[in-house]
């Protein structure tokens, strides 16, 4: 009888000691699995905001009305946060090759304002986002900028101008 009680005491000690061990693991294995989920998270929605941007671009929009695109397809993320550059360039025919790339502007006036890329030039909208770790310190060392425990989240967008 006091043989079976001594084993039972030392299997629950075991049993303790091997869940000491192992949930720490457990422990940073899942918070690791949620705060790659919200970088995902964020990281797509990024990707749509720039495609969206990039095609109100190219059917002319004007630079408010890409904004407010961007804006509208990143309803997760803080889109005051999003660094945005809006560029096109042009192809020449007779040498070849793309020129450098050129800030998007507006052109005209009244109704008949829009976006300065000529027909079939290529629009680029760039995006970055600094996605703020919500694991704090646990994965600051993997951040971008380990102190605040941000990692810059970038994407971009290049379109036919039609």
Same mark, same amino acid.
């Given at each position: ?46 990707? @749509? ?5 990039? #095609? ?24 005051? @946060?999003?660094?945005?550059?809006? &560029?096109?360039? %042009?192809?020449? &025919?007779?040498?070849? %090759? ?9 052109? $005209?006036? $009244?109704?008949?304002? @829009? ?6 030039? @290529? ?36 379109? #036919?101008?039609?």
């Amino acid at each position: 009888m006091r043989a079976s009680r001594s084993s039972s005491i030392r299997a629950r000690g075991v049993v303790s000691v091997e869940m000491a061990l192992v949930a720490p693991i457990l422990i940073v294995l899942l918070f690791g699995i949620i705060e790659f989920g919200l970088v995902i998270k964020d990281y797509l929605g990024i990707n @749509q905001a720039a495609r969206e941007a990039a #095609r109100t671009a190219v059917v002319g929009g004007t630079l408010s009305a890409i904004d407010a695109r961007l804006d509208g397809s990143a309803p997760t993320i803080d889109t005051e @946060q999003i660094s945005r550059t809006y &560029e096109y360039r %042009t192809f020449s &025919e007779s040498t070849g %090759t793309w020129s450098d790339w050129l800030s998007l502007t507006n052109v $005209g006036s $009244g109704s008949d304002i @829009q976006n300065c890329a000529p027909e079939g030039a @290529q629009v680029r909208v760039s995006v970055s986002y600094p996605h703020a770790l919500v694991t704090g310190p646990l994965f600051a060392r993997l951040a971008d900028d380990a102190e605040t425990g941000t990692i810059i989240l970038t994407a971009a967008m290049v379109m #036919r101008r039609e």
